[in-house]
């Protein structure tokens, strides 16, 4: 078994929409271990899309190769950047349908039909229905700034992946650099041991018992810190005996999706 400590740092403001209230968009000081899974290319997204979601089989995957990925937490204290977006037209005419923006291409005209807005050619060849856009028009984001730094493990039953220099993080694909090295560590039994790492509670072994702990609700899935459990460790060799719950591997069992 391999334990490898991985720092990240940032070098473009990042951002997760971890918490939306309104139209303010907030990114928490954490990065969950799903998208630390993909940016790291330990699991790879499909080019596109049609909205399913494949967390389960992708990191199924990762389970059978004997490789897990705690969320990485900021060390130190946090920094944030703050930024105002407006993303209205600044064509000459526009409205503001149901959940959607209106323009009007040239040659072409609008009229506002019974429910919702209708585009239509000048020589009325083609008429369409303006669909409904699930994009926020204006509003505040809260970002990690660059700079900050965070620090997650990768544990490997056997030899740990290769890891690339620099990757892209968030939504906006930001470039962050990866040191990362690997360290020693030794197998022990505890009860009532203090993690003071971010882990996430699907992740745990069976044989686990948590007694307390600090619950961040965020999605896709919320992280714990600050626990107090009973279990297997493995305490990380350093002056911060570091200890890791022993036997995590992604509850993809558990996972359940809305439709």
Request: a neutral charge; glycine letters at 6%; aromatic letters at 10%.
């Amino acid at each position: 078994m391999q334990v490898l400590q991985c720092d990240l740092t940032l070098l473009e403001n990042t951002f997760f929409s971890s918490r939306e209230i309104g139209n303010f968009y907030q990114t928490e000081p954490v990065i969950g271990n799903y998208a630390l899974c993909y940016a790291l290319g330990l699991a790879a997204a499909p080019y596109f899309n049609n909205g399913a979601i494949h967390y389960a089989e992708h990191l199924a995957f990762l389970n059978a190769a004997g490789v897990y990925v705690t969320p990485a937490a900021i060390t130190g204290n946090p920094r944030f950047a703050i930024e105002m977006f407006n993303a209205q037209p600044d064509s000459y005419w526009f409205a503001m349908g149901n959940n959607a923006l209106i323009v009007k291409p040239d040659g072409w005209d609008v009229e506002l039909g019974s429910a919702s807005y209708l585009v239509n050619r000048s020589d009325r060849s083609q008429r369409r229905k303006v669909s409904t856009n699930n994009r926020p028009q204006v509003g505040t984001i809260k970002m990690l700034g660059i700079g900050n730094q965070a620090r997650f493990y990768v544990v490997a039953e056997d030899e740990a992946p290769k890891l690339p220099r620099y990757l892209r993080l968030g939504k906006w694909m930001s470039k962050a650099r990866l040191d990362a090295h690997s360290v020693s560590f030794q197998a022990v039994t505890g009860e009532r041991r203090q993690v003071t790492v971010l882990i996430n509670p699907v992740d745990l072994p069976a044989s686990s018992r948590v007694h307390t702990f600090d619950l961040l609700s965020i999605h896709p899935a919320p992280l714990m810190r600050n626990i107090i459990m009973d279990g297997d460790f493995l305490e990380l060799a350093g002056q911060e005996r570091t200890l890791l719950p022993a036997g995590m591997r992604f509850g993809v069992e558990a996972m359940t999706y809305a439709r």
